[in-house]
Protein backbone atom coordinates (compact mmCIF):
# COMPACT_ATOMS: atom_id res chain seq x y z
CA UNK A 1 0.00 0.00 0.00
CA UNK A 2 3.15 2.49 0.95
CA UNK A 3 4.32 1.73 -2.85
CA UNK A 4 1.33 2.20 -4.22
CA UNK A 5 0.58 5.68 -2.53
CA UNK A 6 4.13 6.77 -3.47
CA UNK A 7 3.61 5.84 -6.97
CA UNK A 8 0.56 7.53 -7.07
CA UNK A 9 2.47 10.95 -5.58
CA UNK A 10 5.17 10.82 -8.05
CA UNK A 11 3.05 10.76 -10.83
CA UNK A 12 0.73 13.58 -9.26
CA UNK A 13 4.07 15.68 -8.79
CA UNK A 14 4.94 14.95 -12.59
CA UNK A 15 2.10 15.96 -14.03
CA UNK A 16 2.41 19.11 -11.76
CA UNK A 17 5.42 19.61 -13.28
CA UNK A 18 3.75 19.61 -16.82
CA UNK A 19 1.18 21.62 -15.86
CA UNK A 20 3.90 24.52 -15.22
CA UNK A 21 5.45 24.45 -18.39
CA UNK A 22 4.47 26.68 -21.16
CA UNK A 23 5.37 24.04 -23.85
CA UNK A 24 3.16 22.08 -25.80
CA UNK A 25 3.62 18.11 -25.53
CA UNK A 26 5.36 18.80 -29.04
CA UNK A 27 7.78 21.26 -27.75
CA UNK A 28 6.44 23.99 -28.92
CA UNK A 29 4.93 27.73 -27.57
CA UNK A 30 2.82 30.09 -28.23
CA UNK A 31 3.43 33.22 -30.02
CA UNK A 32 2.04 36.03 -28.09
CA UNK A 33 3.38 39.00 -30.66
CA UNK A 34 5.77 39.56 -33.75
CA UNK A 35 7.40 42.85 -33.15
CA UNK A 36 9.14 42.78 -36.50
CA UNK A 37 11.53 40.39 -39.26
CA UNK A 38 13.91 39.04 -36.49
CA UNK A 39 12.27 39.02 -33.55
CA UNK A 40 8.64 38.23 -31.48
CA UNK A 41 6.98 37.21 -28.32
CA UNK A 42 6.31 33.89 -26.92
CA UNK A 43 4.90 32.68 -23.38
CA UNK A 44 7.99 30.73 -22.19
CA UNK A 45 7.98 29.32 -18.82
CA UNK A 46 5.54 31.41 -16.81
CA UNK A 47 6.04 34.51 -18.62
CA UNK A 48 6.18 36.50 -22.19
CA UNK A 49 9.51 36.59 -23.56
CA UNK A 50 11.30 38.13 -26.57
CA UNK A 51 12.59 35.74 -28.78
CA UNK A 52 15.70 37.14 -30.80
CA UNK A 53 16.72 34.99 -34.01
CA UNK A 54 19.85 33.96 -33.95
CA UNK A 55 22.78 34.88 -36.64
CA UNK A 56 20.38 36.86 -38.68
CA UNK A 57 19.06 40.60 -39.60
CA UNK A 58 16.35 42.18 -40.94
CA UNK A 59 15.53 45.68 -41.94
CA UNK A 60 14.33 48.16 -39.48
CA UNK A 61 10.29 48.59 -39.22
CA UNK A 62 10.37 49.89 -35.85
CA UNK A 63 13.84 50.79 -34.47
CA UNK A 64 13.05 54.55 -32.45
CA UNK A 65 15.85 56.31 -34.28
CA UNK A 66 15.65 54.37 -37.86
CA UNK A 67 13.17 54.84 -41.00
CA UNK A 68 11.30 51.94 -42.23
CA UNK A 69 14.20 49.99 -44.40
CA UNK A 70 13.57 48.32 -47.93
CA UNK A 71 11.98 45.20 -47.18
CA UNK A 72 11.42 45.61 -43.74
CA UNK A 73 8.01 45.42 -43.68
CA UNK A 74 8.38 42.12 -46.29
CA UNK A 75 10.29 40.44 -43.50
CA UNK A 76 7.75 41.54 -41.11
CA UNK A 77 5.14 40.18 -42.69
CA UNK A 78 6.43 36.83 -43.42
CA UNK A 79 7.08 36.36 -40.06
CA UNK A 80 3.77 37.76 -39.40
CA UNK A 81 1.88 35.35 -41.30
CA UNK A 82 4.18 32.10 -40.40
CA UNK A 83 3.86 33.15 -36.51
CA UNK A 84 0.98 34.97 -35.73
CA UNK A 85 -1.55 33.68 -33.58
CA UNK A 86 0.34 30.45 -33.89
CA UNK A 87 2.76 28.23 -31.79
CA UNK A 88 6.55 27.47 -32.70
CA UNK A 89 9.80 25.66 -31.97
CA UNK A 90 12.32 26.80 -30.41
CA UNK A 91 16.48 25.50 -30.73
CA UNK A 92 18.63 26.99 -28.15
CA UNK A 93 22.44 27.36 -29.27
CA UNK A 94 25.07 27.38 -26.36
CA UNK A 95 24.31 30.63 -24.75
CA UNK A 96 20.69 31.00 -24.19
CA UNK A 97 20.26 35.40 -23.92
CA UNK A 98 22.03 38.15 -25.60
CA UNK A 99 22.92 41.44 -23.19
CA UNK A 100 19.26 42.79 -23.72
CA UNK A 101 17.94 39.78 -22.10
CA UNK A 102 16.60 38.67 -24.76
CA UNK A 103 16.47 34.65 -25.43
CA UNK A 104 18.67 33.51 -28.74
CA UNK A 105 16.87 30.92 -31.01
CA UNK A 106 16.82 29.45 -34.14
CA UNK A 107 12.85 29.55 -34.99
CA UNK A 108 10.83 26.36 -36.56
CA UNK A 109 7.16 26.79 -38.51
CA UNK A 110 4.91 23.71 -37.85
CA UNK A 111 5.77 22.48 -40.83
CA UNK A 112 9.18 21.89 -39.81
CA UNK A 113 10.65 25.28 -41.80
CA UNK A 114 13.67 26.98 -40.07
CA UNK A 115 12.68 30.40 -40.31
CA UNK A 116 16.21 32.08 -40.09
CA UNK A 117 16.64 29.92 -43.22
CA UNK A 118 13.87 30.94 -44.93
CA UNK A 119 14.51 34.73 -44.37
CA UNK A 120 18.09 34.25 -45.99
CA UNK A 121 16.60 32.24 -49.26
CA UNK A 122 13.37 35.02 -49.40
CA UNK A 123 16.15 37.79 -49.38
CA UNK A 124 14.86 39.41 -46.36
CA UNK A 125 17.81 38.97 -44.21
CA UNK A 126 21.57 38.78 -43.74
CA UNK A 127 23.88 36.82 -42.40
CA UNK A 128 25.03 38.60 -38.68
CA UNK A 129 25.87 39.16 -35.18
CA UNK A 130 27.97 36.32 -35.42
CA UNK A 131 29.53 35.78 -31.89
CA UNK A 132 31.09 32.31 -30.98
CA UNK A 133 29.64 29.99 -29.26
CA UNK A 134 26.58 30.41 -30.71
CA UNK A 135 27.68 29.82 -34.46
CA UNK A 136 26.05 26.38 -35.07
CA UNK A 137 24.52 26.90 -38.51
CA UNK A 138 26.23 30.01 -39.51
CA UNK A 139 28.22 27.88 -42.67
CA UNK A 140 25.04 26.79 -43.95
CA UNK A 141 23.40 30.16 -43.28
CA UNK A 142 26.22 31.98 -44.82
CA UNK A 143 25.54 29.49 -48.51
CA UNK A 144 22.36 30.08 -48.10
CA UNK A 145 23.05 33.97 -48.36
CA UNK A 146 25.48 32.93 -51.04
CA UNK A 147 22.48 31.75 -53.21
CA UNK A 148 20.16 34.59 -52.81
CA UNK A 149 22.87 37.31 -53.83
CA UNK A 150 23.42 35.22 -56.66
CA UNK A 151 19.68 35.21 -57.15
CA UNK A 152 19.45 38.98 -56.61
CA UNK A 153 16.56 38.81 -54.56
CA UNK A 154 14.88 40.67 -51.64
CA UNK A 155 17.70 43.05 -50.09
CA UNK A 156 20.29 41.48 -52.79
CA UNK A 157 17.67 43.35 -55.26
CA UNK A 158 19.66 46.76 -54.61
CA UNK A 159 22.80 48.13 -54.99
CA UNK A 160 25.01 48.67 -52.29
CA UNK A 161 21.83 48.63 -49.72
CA UNK A 162 23.42 45.73 -47.62
CA UNK A 163 26.75 47.05 -45.52
CA UNK A 164 28.80 44.91 -43.17
CA UNK A 165 27.12 46.90 -40.17
CA UNK A 166 23.62 46.71 -41.32
CA UNK A 167 21.44 48.54 -44.27
CA UNK A 168 22.45 51.64 -45.76
CA UNK A 169 19.64 54.37 -44.69
CA UNK A 170 20.15 55.61 -48.54
CA UNK A 171 18.10 53.15 -49.58
CA UNK A 172 15.49 53.79 -46.89
CA UNK A 173 11.67 53.82 -48.15
CA UNK A 174 9.82 56.99 -49.08
CA UNK A 175 6.93 57.95 -46.77
CA UNK A 176 7.93 56.49 -43.41
CA UNK A 177 6.57 58.14 -40.73
CA UNK A 178 9.75 60.04 -38.53
CA UNK A 179 6.37 62.53 -37.45
CA UNK A 180 5.51 59.60 -35.86
CA UNK A 181 8.23 58.06 -34.47
CA UNK A 182 9.22 61.70 -32.93
CA UNK A 183 5.85 61.19 -31.18
CA UNK A 184 6.63 57.67 -29.11
CA UNK A 185 8.82 58.93 -26.77
CA UNK A 186 8.19 56.22 -24.25
CA UNK A 187 11.80 53.96 -23.84
CA UNK A 188 10.91 50.21 -22.99
CA UNK A 189 14.07 48.20 -21.48
CA UNK A 190 14.64 44.75 -20.90
CA UNK A 191 17.31 44.68 -18.08
CA UNK A 192 19.45 41.65 -17.27
CA UNK A 193 17.21 39.94 -14.78
CA UNK A 194 15.04 39.59 -18.23
CA UNK A 195 12.76 42.39 -16.33
CA UNK A 196 10.56 45.07 -18.76
CA UNK A 197 11.04 48.03 -17.57
CA UNK A 198 9.82 51.51 -19.35
CA UNK A 199 10.98 54.93 -18.70
CA UNK A 200 9.32 58.30 -19.30
CA UNK A 201 11.31 61.32 -20.79
CA UNK A 202 11.71 63.16 -17.44
CA UNK A 203 12.99 59.99 -15.56
CA UNK A 204 16.42 60.19 -13.89
CA UNK A 205 17.32 56.91 -15.90
CA UNK A 206 15.69 57.80 -19.49
CA UNK A 207 18.73 59.54 -21.03
CA UNK A 208 20.47 56.66 -20.30
CA UNK A 209 19.04 53.95 -21.50
CA UNK A 210 19.16 51.93 -24.75
CA UNK A 211 15.48 51.25 -25.89
CA UNK A 212 14.42 47.79 -27.08
CA UNK A 213 11.05 48.88 -27.83
CA UNK A 214 9.50 52.52 -28.20
CA UNK A 215 5.60 53.22 -26.99
CA UNK A 216 3.44 56.14 -27.46
CA UNK A 217 1.45 55.82 -24.66
CA UNK A 218 1.99 53.92 -20.91
CA UNK A 219 -1.10 52.05 -21.88
CA UNK A 220 0.71 50.58 -24.23
CA UNK A 221 3.68 50.18 -22.57
CA UNK A 222 1.93 48.58 -19.99
CA UNK A 223 -0.23 46.26 -21.95
CA UNK A 224 3.32 45.09 -23.85
CA UNK A 225 4.11 43.58 -20.27
CA UNK A 226 5.99 46.43 -19.18
CA UNK A 227 6.38 48.39 -16.00
CA UNK A 228 7.43 52.00 -14.98
CA UNK A 229 10.71 52.78 -13.93
CA UNK A 230 10.31 53.81 -10.26
CA UNK A 231 13.14 56.29 -11.19
Excluded at 22 to 48: C, L, Q
Excluded at 149 to 155: H, N
Aim: glycine fraction near 8%.
Amino acid sequence: MKNVKYILSLILFVLLLAGCSDAAPDGTYEVTKVVDGDTFKVNYEGKEETIRLLLVDTPETVHPSKPVQPFGKEASNFMKEKLAGKRVELELDVSERDKYGRILAYAYDLEGNMLNEKLLEKGFARVAYIFPPNTKYVDRFQKIQRDAQKKEVGIWSLENYVAEDGFNQEGSEPGNSKEKDSSCTIKGNINSSGEKIYHMPDGQYYEITKPEEMFCSELEAQEAGFRPSQR
